[in-house]
C-alpha cells in the first residue's frame, strides 16, 4: 500500500485536499456574505415583511350617528350585529369547514352551493378575502361558533354595528334606509374626501343619504396577532406595540329631525289608506313636523336584510312603495288650487260676485261647475267656501293663464321645494308658452278655464301646497321647507344648525290675502262650507279641498266606489289653523281616494286635532326635553360590543 | 498493509481529534436546542428524540474507535451493492411520503436507502482511489468508467425516486472526490459538457413538474409568493427578520406562528437564524467551517490513500449538505430538499452525519505523526 507523504505524488494529493479546503472556505463565504445582506443589509425591511405576517388589520367600524326626532326621541340608532365570515386562503379543507359552519347556522341547501362555489372559484389573492356567509347571527348561533372556533379555521365573526330603525316603517321615505356602497358612489366619495371600503354601508335614500358625510363616523382599526393559518393568537399580541393595537373609530354625529314623532306616529295610523301623502308643516319656520308617504317600506328590510323575491315584489307594485309622493310625485291639484286663482283674480281686479247657473259657457263649450243645479250669486268668499267652479271660470277667462302662471310661480309652484332629500319633481305651471311650445295647435282660451281649477296641465306636489298654504298662513312669506333642525356630537353640543330659511314673500296686498283666508275659514268653520261637517270644536281653522279628476274633464261623473280604482279622483284637503294666529299647515293627498271633502278633510281635520292636543300636553306637562337643551342620549347597554371585532 | 491494528487501543483514545467531536457534538447540542424551539410551534417533543438518537449514534461511533477504519475496505463493495438493492427495493416498494418514494418500512425501521448511498459511494471511491493509487497526469476519459458507474447508479436510482436533492449531493460528494484524486483536463471538458447535456435531459425528461416549479420559482420567486415560491420567500423572511442580534430563542414569529414551512427538517438554518440572529448564524458557521477544516486537515495528514479519500468525502458530504442547506434556505439555491447536518431532524440524516464525524474520528486517531 502507497503511503502518503511519501513521494511528490502524495504532495499532488495534499495540494488538492488543500484546493478543496479552499473552496469549502469560499463557500461558507459565500454564505457568511448572504446571511448578512439578509440580515443586516435587508434585516429592517424582512422585519417589516415579518410583522406583516403575523399583524393582521381588522377595521373597527365606527357607530353611525342616530337619528332623533325634534324632542331627542331616538328613532334610528345601531345595534350590533354578528356576521360571519370565511376566508378561503385561511380554512384549509374548505369544504369541510363550510360543511361544520352550515350546520350550525341551518343554511340551505342554495346558500351552501353558493359558498361552495364562490369559495372554489377565489384564486391568488381573492383567496383571501373573507366571503360573508350569514348577516346577524342569533346569540345561540354566535356561541355555537365561538365554542367551536378550534375546528373552524379561517372563520371570522365580525361584529358590524347594524342600523337599527327603531320605529320600523315610520317617516321611512324621509329617514331612507342604507346599502352597500356602489363604485360610482365610492368614486363621488373619494372626491369629497370620505373613504369607503367595498362591501361599506352608505345611506341611500333621504336623511341617511343626505346626511352622510354627518352620520358616518371615521373607522378605527385593531391590530391583532395571527398564524399562517390566520387563526388569532391572542397571548402574543405582544409582539405588537401597546399604542399600536388599537386605534378608536370616531362615532358619527347625530342628526336632531323637526319630525315629532308623536305626530308622526298619529299622522301614519290615522291616514290608513292605500296611497297618498301628508304633509304637517310650521306655518312660520318652514319644518316639517310629520311627512308620510303610502304605502311605505320597512327600512330595516331594505338595509341588507331584503331578499330578491321581495326587492322584486316592490318594484312591481303598482302603488310603488318606494316612492317619496310628498315631493316626488306630483297630481292636478284641483280646487285647492284656487286660493292662488283668488289671488291672481284680485290682483287683475276681478273681485265681484259671479252668478253661478251650473256652468260657464265659453264659445260652443260649455265648462260645468260640480254642483249642477248652480250657487246662484256667489261673492269670492263664497266662492272657497263652496268651491264655486263657476266664479273661478269667469275670472280665469278675464285674467287669462299667465296671471295664474304668474301668481302660481310666485307661490313656489313649478319649482322644487329645496327639502333637499333627493331627487324632487317640479310639478307644471302652465302658461301660453307652455301651451305654445307643448300642445299641437297652441294656446286655446279654455285652457285657462282648466287650469283655474286645477285641472287641465296643471301639476303640484303636496310638500308644494303645503309651502302654498303656509304662505297664506303666515302673510306671505314662502319658506324652504326643512326636516332636519340641526347636527350634534354624540356628547351632545350643536355642530351645526339649520335655522328657518324664508326664500322670498308672495307679495301680495294684506285685504287680497285676508279675504282669502276668510274663505278659507268658511270652508271650515261656516255652515255649507265644504268640510264644515269635519270641523274640531273649539278650535277656529281653515282650509280648502279639492278633487281632482284623473279622467278626462267632461267624462260623466261617477261615484267612486264605482270607477276602478286607477281612474278615480284623487282627494285633496289644504288647511291650516288656529285662524287666530295660524302655526301649522296640513295638506292631505288621498290618492285615487275619491272627494277632498269626504275623503281627505276627515283625515286632515283628526291630524290638525292631534297636533293641538300635543301641543296643550307639552304645554301642560314639564318642559320639552328640546326646551331644556340639547338632547344627551342616554348610555346604551351594549353587552358584547366593546373592541367592535372579535377574530379568527 | 494493515498497519492500524499495530495501534493499541489507549493509543487510539489519547490520539482521537477531540477538537474535532467537540465541536461536532457542540452543533448538535445546538441543533437540539434549535429544534427544542422549533417543537413548541409543532406540539410535538421531537427534540427529545433526536437527543436521544445522536447519543446513541455518538456513542456509538465513540465506541467503534479502536476498530481500524480499514474494515470499511473490505465492507465498500458489499454496502454499495446492499445499498443499490435497498434503492431498488424503494423503486418498486416503498413508502410514498410527500409525493416522493424515498422510504422503505423493514419491520420497526424505517430506512431511507437514500441517505446510505452517500455513505456508500465514499467507501467505494475511497476504495477504488486506493486501489489504483495516484496516477501521473491524473484520470482520463476512459479511466473513469468505474468511479462514474459506481456514482451513477445510486445517483441515478435517487433522481428517479424523486429525490433531487439527494441525487445532486451524491453528485456532488463524488465529484468533490473524483477531482481530490485528479482528472485530466481534457477529461473534465468532456465530462463538463456531459453534465450539461445531461441537465438538459433530466429538466425535459427526468424532472416532476413540482421540481420544475421549485427550480423556477428559486429564479423568480416572487413572482409566485403564495405557490412554489411561498416557502423561500418566508423563509427569507425568517432569516432576515432576525437582523442582528435576532428575535430570542422561542421567538420567532416566523417560526412560532406556523409561517416557516418544514421547520424541522429543511429549515432549521431559518429558526436559527430567525431567532439567534446574525451573530449567531456566524457562530454556526464557525462551527461547520472548523468541523470542515479539521477534516481536512486529518485527511492530509492521513495513513493512507483510503483514509485520506475517506476524511475528504466525509468532509465533502458535511460541506455539501451544509452549503446547499443554507442556500436554499436563504435563496440562494432552489429548494430541493436537504438537510442541514446536525441541525436538521431525522434519524437517517443524523446517522450519516454521525457516521462521517466518526469516520473522521477514526480515521485522525490513526494519522501520521511526524
Not at chain 1, 399562517?228 to 393568537?233: S, W
Not at chain 1, 249642477?372 to 278675464?398: F, I, N, R
Not at chain 1, 272627494?595 to 278633510?601: E, L, T
Not at chain 2, 456509538?60 to 473490505?74: G, I, S
Request: a neutral charge; hydrophobic letters at 45%; charged letters at 20%.
Amino acid at each position: 500500500m502507497k503511503l502518503p507523504g511519501s513521494g511528490r505524488e502524495d504532495l499532488g494529493l495534499r495540494r488538492r485536499i488543500m484546493v478543496f479546503g479552499v473552496a469549502v472556505g469560499l463557500g461558507l463565504f459565500v454564505l457568511l456574505g448572504r446571511i448578512w445582506y439578509l440580515q443586516i443589509q435587508k434585516g429592517e425591511e424582512f422585519s417589516a415583511k415579518s410583522s406583516g405576517n403575523f399583524i393582521k388589520e381588522l377595521r373597527v367600524p365606527a357607530d353611525r350617528g342616530m337619528i332623533l326626532d325634534r324632542r331627542g326621541v331616538r328613532l334610528v340608532d345601531n345595534r350590533p350585529s354578528w356576521d360571519v365570515y370565511v376566508t378561503p386562503a385561511f380554512c384549509g379543507d374548505c369544504e369541510e369547514v363550510l360543511g361544520r359552519l352550515a350546520a350550525y347556522l341551518d343554511l340551505d341547501a342554495e346558500e351552501r352551493t353558493r359558498l361552495d362555489e364562490s369559495v372554489r372559484k377565489a384564486r391568488g389573492l381573492q383567496r383571501f378575502q373573507p366571503l360573508l356567509v350569514r348577516l346577524d347571527l342569533s346569540r345561540d348561533q354566535l356561541d355555537v361558533i365561538e365554542a367551536n372556533r378550534d375546528s373552524l379555521p379561517g372563520v371570522d365573526v365580525i361584529s358590524a354595528p347594524h342600523r337599527d330603525y327603531l320605529y320600523g316603517s315610520l317617516a321611512a321615505h324621509m329617514i331612507g334606509y342604507l346599502g352597500e356602497v356602489s363604485p360610482e358612489e365610492m368614486e363621488k366619495a373619494r372626491e369629497r374626501g370620505l373613504q369607503f371600503v367595498l362591501g361599506d354601508y352608505v345611506g341611500k335614500t333621504g336623511v341617511e343619504r343626505r346626511f352622510e358625510s354627518y352620520l358616518r363616523g371615521r373607522d378605527g382599526m385593531q391590530r391583532v396577532v395571527t398564524d399562517a393559518r390566520g387563526q388569532r393568537i391572542p397571548q402574543l399580541e405582544g409582539l405588537i406595540p401597546k399604542g399600536e393595537r388599537f386605534i378608536p373609530s370616531v362615532p358619527g354625529n347625530n342628526v336632531v329631525l323637526s319630525i315629532d314623532a308623536r305626530l308622526q306616529e298619529a299622522v301614519e295610523e290615522i291616514f290608513d289608506v292605500p296611497a297618498g301623502a301628508v304633509v304637517v308643516m310650521e306655518v312660520n319656520t318652514g319644518y316639517v313636523l310629520a311627512i308620510v308617504s303610502k304605502p311605505g317600506f320597512d327600512p330595516n328590510r331594505m338595509t341588507g336584510r331584503i331578499s330578491r323575491e321581495e326587492l322584486r315584489a316592490i318594484s312591481e307594485d303598482p302603488l310603488r312603495p318606494m316612492l317619496f309622493r310628498p315631493l316626488q310625485s306630483h297630481y292636478h291639484p284641483g280646487s285647492v288650487f284656487k286660493v292662488i286663482a283668488s289671488l291672481a283674480a284680485f290682483e287683475h281686479g276681478f273681485a265681484g260676485e259671479v252668478h253661478c247657473g251650473g256652468g260657464y259657457t265659453l264659445g260652443r263649450r260649455r265648462w260645468r261647475c260640480h254642483k249642477e243645479s248652480g250657487h246662484g250669486w256667489v261673492t269670492p268668499e263664497e266662492a272657497l267656501q263652496v268651491s264655486c267652479d263657476t266664479w273661478y271660470y269667469a275670472a280665469a277667462d278675464k285674467i287669462g293663464i299667465d296671471a295664474l302662471a304668474d301668481m302660481s310661480r310666485r307661490f313656489g309652484l313649478g319649482a322644487t321645494t329645496g327639502l333637499d332629500l333627493g331627487w324632487e319633481v317640479p310639478g307644471i305651471v302652465p302658461s301660453v308658452e307652455y301651451y305654445e311650445k307643448n300642445v299641437r295647435g297652441g294656446y286655446m282660451r279654455g285652457f285657462a278655464l282648466n287650469s283655474v281649477i286645477g285641472q287641465g296641465d296643471s301639476n303640484v306636489t303636496p310638500l308644494q301646497m303645503a309651502v302654498v298654504y303656509s304662505a297664506i298662513a303666515n302673510g306671505g312669506t314662502i319658506y324652504r321647507p326643512q326636516v332636519v333642525r340641526r347636527i350634534e356630537r354624540p356628547e351632545g353640543y350643536v355642530v351645526q344648525e339649520f335655522l328657518p330659511e324664508a326664500k322670498r314673500t308672495i307679495d301680495v296686498p294684506r285685504a287680497h290675502l285676508d279675504r282669502v283666508r276668510k274663505g278659507l275659514e268658511m270652508v271650515v268653520e261656516v255652515p255649507g262650507g265644504t268640510a264644515y261637517a269635519y270641523r274640531i270644536p273649539g278650535r277656529r281653522t281653515a282650509g280648502k279641498t279639492g278633487t281632482a279628476q284623473v279622467v278626462r274633464i267632461g267624462t260623466i261623473r261617477q261615484k267612486a266606489e264605482e270607477m276602478e280604482f286607477f281612474t278615480r279622483d284623487h282627494a285633496w284637503f289644504a288647511a291650516y289653523g288656529p285662524v287666530e294666529e295660524p302655526e301649522v299647515a296640513v295638506v292631505v293627498l288621498n290618492e285615487h281616494g275619491g272627494s277632498g271633502s269626504r275623503n281627505a278633510a276627515p283625515y286632515a281635520m283628526k291630524i290638525l286635532e292631534r297636533y293641538f292636543q300635543i301641543l296643550e300636553q307639552d304645554r301642560a306637562g314639564p318642559p320639552s326635553p328640546e326646551k331644556a337643551g340639547p338632547v344627551t342620549p342616554p348610555a346604551r347597554t351594549r353587552p358584547w360590543s366593546e373592541g367592535g371585532a372579535l377574530g379568527g | 498493509m494493515n498497519l492500524g491494528s499495530s495501534i493499541s487501543a489507549r493509543t487510539v483514545w489519547r490520539r482521537a481529534p477531540w477538537g474535532l467531536l467537540v465541536v461536532a457534538l457542540l452543533l448538535s447540542g445546538v441543533g437540539i436546542l434549535n429544534l427544542a424551539s422549533a417543537s413548541q410551534a409543532a406540539h410535538a417533543p421531537v427534540w427529545l428524540s433526536q437527543l436521544v438518537w445522536l447519543g446513541i449514534a455518538f456513542g456509538v461511533a465513540l465506541l467503534l474507535l479502536p476498530m481500524d477504519y480499514e474494515r470499511l475496505y473490505q465492507l465498500a463493495w458489499p454496502f454499495w451493492i446492499l445499498v443499490v438493492l435497498l434503492l431498488l427495493a424503494v423503486e418498486f416498494r416503498g413508502d410514498v411520503a410527500m409525493g416522493a418514494q424515498r422510504w422503505l418500512v423493514l419491520g420497526p425501521v424505517r430506512l431511507q436507502p437514500s441517505e446510505l448511498a452517500k455513505l456508500s459511494v465514499i467507501l467505494v471511491l475511497a476504495r477504488l482511489f486506493e486501489e489504483d493509487g495516484e496516477k501521473p497526469g491524473g484520470y482520463g476519459l476512459f479511466d473513469l468508467w468505474k468511479p462514474l458507474l459506481v456514482v451513477g447508479i445510486p445517483a441515478g436510482l435517487t433522481l428517479i425516486q424523486p429525490d433531487l436533492g439527494t441525487a445532486m449531493l451524491i453528485l456532488a460528494v463524488a465529484g468533490t472526490l473524483i477531482l481530490v484524486a485528479k482528472v485530466r483536463t481534457s477529461a473534465l471538458a468532456v465530462l463538463g459538457a456531459g453534465g450539461v447535456a445531461a441537465g438538459v435531459f433530466g429538466w425535459l425528461f427526468v424532472l416532476r413538474e413540482y421540481q420544475k416549479r421549485r427550480v423556477l420559482a428559486f429564479l423568480d420567486p416572487e413572482a409566485d409568493i403564495l405557490g412554489s415560491g411561498y416557502h423561500a420567500n418566508q423563509s427569507m423572511i425568517a432569516v432576515g427578520s432576525g437582523q442582528w442580534a435576532g428575535k430570542g430563542w422561542g421567538q420567532g414569529t416566523q417560526t412560532q406562528l406556523s409561517f416557516l414551512p418544514e421547520q424541522h427538517t429543511d429549515f432549521v438554518f431559518s429558526v436559527f437564524a430567525e431567532e439567534w440572529g446574525f451573530r449567531g448564524s456566524v457562530l454556526l458557521l464557525a462551527g461547520f467551517a472548523t468541523i470542515c477544516f479539521l477534516g481536512l486537515k486529518i485527511a492530509t495528514q492521513a495513513r493512507d490513500r483510503h483514509g485520506a479519500f475517506l476524511a475528504v468525502g466525509a468532509v465533502a458530504l458535511i460541506f455539501w449538505h451544509a452549503l446547499v442547506n443554507i442556500g436554499m434556505v436563504t435563496g440562494l439555491l432552489p429548494v430541493v430538499g436537504v438537510t442541514l447536518p446536525f441541525m436538521s431532524y431525522g434519524r437517517s440524516s443524523g446517522l450519516t452525519t454521525v457516521l462521517a464525524v466518526g469516520i473522521l474520528a477514526n480515521v485522525g486517531a490513526r494519522r501520521r505523526t511526524h
